[in-house]
């Protein structure tokens, strides 16, 4: 079925049809538009709702129920959930609405084209029409001079009154006028031919061919618009398995509450280590009635001397009944003896978890130090050795510090895992040796016996302001060197400027991000592009000994 042998006259109507098929298909890009707003609003009203409902407290804030940490799971999972949405909405702008668009300009270019090419035949057409029907009235009407020529002539040769040149006259007029009919019919004749031959051309050559190239180009864009639609819903199913994996997430996360581990939770979290108060004793105000014989056979319980002890039972009253109702408040002392029990070992245990922390902080300190100062003897150029002496000193000492902290505060917990186990049993006896001060640990793992190092320094009550102090004040120690290959005019916030062959000193290594932080010798301090620099890391310093120096 062909639109040039089938539609040879139609040639307004499969205008108007070409017009209608690009604005049904700009009306479809439109759609996807809209479509993709749609995802694009719900994946950001998603993002927003999560933002809302996610803790804005630290982590160690945050409860440990298993019923919030599934809570704060299916929060992930639903904002990986938006992600994916958004990328539906980039894959439909930019595969289904940006290819409409770039199509749809490139059909109207193409129609355009097609329609001109065929006003123009039909306008060629036109001109031989025209030229032919010219022809053919001028044919007429010399035809018409020629008859009436004709009859002027026969009428003078019939006049007997006309003389001999009228005669002649009409009839070289009459010649005339049959030459001139006679070419013009020659013309007509010829004009007649080409208009055929053109309007045979139009219409099985020219315009077939033109309304092909239409045909063609409304089917192309039929086919792209299915295409379109497969790649629509294809990229709505691209992202289907990873939103299954996020909805079995959530479904996994469902699954992992435990009201049992929630319960234990609550128990961990608030159990004082105290036992249940005793039973009350009977005090018996009857002793000063005198009694019958049958009397005396009551049973009462009787205290030490014949009397209760109305002090005693007193004061374990007030001892034990703020377990029932309020407790009173204590002062807080740095041992955490006013808390009760397990809430006391719980914080001596974190308390001494943190001063590790800090501890291993000083120690790499140290190292850190150590190796500058034998990258200052072996490169004197660099720096003095001798610098970096007070500095090593003063984390030595604050070494010790730490270790006399964390020393002190072990025998406090040690005191505590002892009172709680004689107290109940249950915590076996190996748990209390665990924890008991038989050597001091290091955050790396390994132990010390050497009880005269807390006698070095007195012990300060509270660490953390020196760790402050020098945290906040002292620059972090070179751990190489490098040399600029190329300049850098450090723009950005946080970054150096760098010329080309400048030595600089690195004082943290490349994280992975592509950054190293660097310090000039005026001490200027920021990150440079990594593969700007050449890196020389300097070898482990031995430094010198604590003892030297504390």
């Not at 044919?139 to 040769?157: G, P, T, V």
């Not at 001798?386 to 002190?408: A, D, F, V, W, Y």
């Not at 290594?509 to 592509?514: A, L, P, Q, R, S």
């Amino acid at each position: 079925m062909s639109w040039g042998t089938d539609l040879w006259d139609q040639f307004e109507n499969l205008d108007k049809h070409s017009q209608w098929g690009i604005d049904f298909l700009e009306r479809y890009a439109k759609f996807v538009k809209e479509r993709l707003e749609i995802e694009q609003t719900y994946a950001k009203q998603l993002r927003s709702l999560v933002k809302k409902y996610c803790p804005k407290r630290s982590k160690d804030d945050e409860p440990r129920f298993t019923s919030c940490l599934s809570f704060y799971s299916i929060l992930n999972e639903l904002n990986d959930y938006s992600g994916q949405r958004e990328v539906v909405a980039e894959e439909m702008g930019h595969k289904v609405y940006g290819e409409l668009m770039r199509y749809s300009q490139d059909l109207k270019a193409e129609r355009k084209h097609h329609l001109q090419e065929g006003r123009k035949t039909q306008q060629y057409l036109d001109q031989c029409w025209k030229h032919m029907d010219n022809s053919k009235k001028k044919f007429e009407r010399e035809c018409k001079e020629a008859e009436k020529s004709q009859l002027i002539y026969e009428r003078l040769d019939n006049d007997i009154n006309a003389t001999k040149s009228e005669v002649e006259k009409a009839k070289s007029q009459l010649y005339l006028r049959q030459h001139m009919a006679e070419e013009s019919k020659n013309e007509y004749a010829a004009q007649l031919q080409n208009f055929n031959s053109e309007q045979w051309k139009h219409f099985n050559v020219a315009i077939p061919q033109i309304f092909k190239n239409l045909q063609d180009m409304d089917e192309r864009r039929t086919v792209k618009l299915g295409e379109m639609y497969r790649s629509f819903a294809e990229v709505e199913r691209r992202v289907i398995p990873i939103i299954s994996k996020c909805l079995e997430g959530m479904v996994t996360a469902a699954k992992n509450v435990d009201e049992h581990r929630d319960s234990g939770i609550v128990v961990e979290s608030f159990k004082s280590g105290f036992e249940p108060p005793g039973d009350f004793p009977f005090e018996d105000f009857s002793q000063n009635i005198q009694r019958t014989g049958s009397d005396g056979a009551i049973g009462t319980p009787k205290t030490e001397g014949g009397k209760a002890d109305p002090k005693h039972a007193v004061g374990r009253t007030k001892n034990k009944l703020w377990l029932f109702g309020k407790k009173p408040k204590a002062p807080t002392l740095e041992d955490l003896s006013h808390l009760p029990p397990e809430q006391r070992r719980k914080k001596l245990q974190q308390r001494i978890d943190e001063l590790n922390k800090e501890l291993q902080k000083e120690m790499d300190q140290r190292d850190a130090l150590n190796k500058m100062k034998d990258v200052y003897e072996k490169n004197p150029q660099m720096g003095d050795p001798g610098s970096l002496q007070p500095k090593i000193s003063e984390t030595i000492c604050n070494m010790e510090k730490l270790r006399s902290e964390i020393h002190k505060n072990e025998s406090w917990l040690a005191e505590v895992e002892g009172k709680h186990g004689s107290r109940s049993e249950r915590r076996s006896s190996a748990d209390v040796n665990h924890h008991a001060p038989h050597g001091r640990e290091s955050p790396e793992g390994s132990y010390t016996d050497d009880h005269s190092q807390e006698h070095r320094s007195p012990p300060q009550p509270d660490p953390h302001e020196f760790d402050d102090e020098f945290d906040d004040d002292d620059p972090l120690p070179a751990i190489g060197h490098c040399k600029a290959l190329y300049s850098f005019d450090g723009s950005n916030e946080g970054t150096l400027v760098m010329k080309e062959n400048e030595v600089l000193y690195v004082i943290e290594e490349d994280k992975g991000d592509g950054w190293t932080r660097v310090r000039k010798q005026g001490g200027e301090e920021g990150y440079i592009p990594t593969s700007y620099v050449e890196i020389t890391l300097e070898k482990n310093s031995k430094g010198i000994s604590e003892a030297e120096l504390c």
